[in-house]
């Protein structure tokens, strides 16, 4: 089945900072990516919807020039969380899909600000 | 907007026993509607959607607009089936943002 990698899987950074999280189809192409936050539990809450070559549209409610995303290739897209404070700590999870319907699941990054 | 409750945050089913996860919506179209699941240490993976009208794992979901429901359910319950079980839906076939429900941990006791 399809393979979506996330990097890192835990990452604690300090406040102020930047922090990227990466985003990898493995084994086929993705034209759309989508970026999910999840609060300890709480659903997940979808936060940007990339296609490749185009900008990501943003849910109501984030702000983009906080969290920044690329989808540079049909296998990887980034979120950059720039400025981070302690209320973005959180579970980010992406996912992808290659053109059908179904979206595969990364395992997910938990980032920590301190 | 769309919203998705699942009203149990947590399940309790002794192996053997049926399996009703519930699931309601709102929303005035035509919506897609899926169940996910996560097991222990693992990635969210599609359980099954209600427009394939598929039995996955034992599993089976029917759609009813009238109810607004998503109810998944199984006859007879198996410890691997422990798990957090999500509904999800799309606002229309082919429309790929997702809503989630905030899950229900279902635990199978043997």
């Known amino acids: 089945g399809a393979v979506v990698s996330q990097h890192p899987s835990w990452v604690i950074c300090k406040s102020g900072t930047s922090v990227k999280i990466e985003c990898r189809s493995l084994d086929f192409q993705a034209t759309t990516m989508f970026w999910y936050r999840q609060f300890p539990k709480q659903s997940l809450m979808l936060m940007a919807t990339?296609?490749?070559?185009?900008?990501?549209?943003?849910e109501q409610g984030v702000e983009k020039d906080k969290f920044l995303i690329n989808h540079a290739s049909l296998t990887l897209s980034t979120l950059t969380v720039t400025s981070a404070h302690p209320e973005d700590s959180s579970f980010y999870i992406c996912?992808?899909?290659?053109?059908?319907?179904?979206?595969?699941f990364g395992p997910g990054t938990r980032l920590t600000v301190t | 907007a769309q919203r998705v409750t699942q009203p149990e945050k947590l399940l309790s089913v002794f192996k053997g026993a049926p399996v009703e996860l519930k699931c309601n919506y709102s929303?005035?179209?035509?919506?897609?509607l899926f169940w996910y699941v996560q097991y222990s240490r693992q990635r969210l993976q599609l359980l099954l959607r209600?427009?394939s009208r598929e039995s996955i794992k034992g599993f089976t979901a029917d759609l009813n607009k009238g109810e607004t429901s998503f109810h998944l359910k199984k006859p007879f319950a198996q410890e691997e089936d422990s798990a957090m079980y999500y509904c999800?839906?799309?606002?229309?076939?082919?429309?790929?943002?997702?809503?989630f429900g905030t899950g229900t941990r279902l635990t199978i006791i043997p």
């Open positions: 999800a839906l799309a606002r229309n076939f082919g429309n790929e943002k997702l809503t």
């Open positions: 996912s992808a899909k290659a053109g059908s319907y179904e979206q595969y």
């Open positions: 209600h427009i």
């Open positions: 929303y005035s179209g035509s919506p897609e």
């Open positions: 990339s296609n490749e070559g185009s900008k990501a549209t943003y």
